[in-house]
């Protein structure tokens, strides 16, 4: 069964860390780039970052230098190391894959028409 899961969200004070994993089963991430995005109640669908089958990253502006994107395709899994959270980030969050694109040049492009897990919930008291 084609899947990813996500997990490692929590609920932590302003400046707090979390790890987020994407753990994908019945294929091989390290064919596909993955983006992860957020999506928030009321709010427009974001996607704080994106890593490429060759590890480049790209990063949204508003989460430059405290989120991290990583990827072991030895173990078929991808994190986003999210740093100095603030209650801005709460939200739950997405790993995604369209099972074709390799290279992060329109992330929205691989979330518009890729597939995600049941998500990790992000929460950052105010």
């Known amino acids: 069964q084609v899947q990813l899961v996500e997990s490692g969200g929590g609920l932590v004070h302003p400046g707090g860390s979390l790890r987020l994993s994407c753990t994908a089963s019945g294929f091989t991430l390290e064919s596909y780039a993955i983006a992860w995005f957020r999506q928030a109640p009321g709010k427009e669908r974001e996607i704080p970052s994106c890593i490429s089958t060759t590890g480049s990253t790209k990063y949204l502006e508003s989460v430059e230098g405290r989120f991290t994107i990583s990827r072991d395709n030895a173990r078929n899994t991808a994190w986003l190391q999210v740093d100095s959270l603030q209650p801005q980030d709460t939200a739950t969050y997405y790993c995604?894959?369209?099972?074709?694109?390799?290279?992060?040049?329109?992330?929205?492009?691989?979330?518009?028409?890729?597939?995600w897990g049941p998500g990790a919930q992000v929460t950052v008291l105010s």
């Open positions: 995604a894959t369209d099972f074709m694109r390799t290279e992060c040049t329109i992330p929205a492009a691989i979330v518009d028409h890729g597939s």
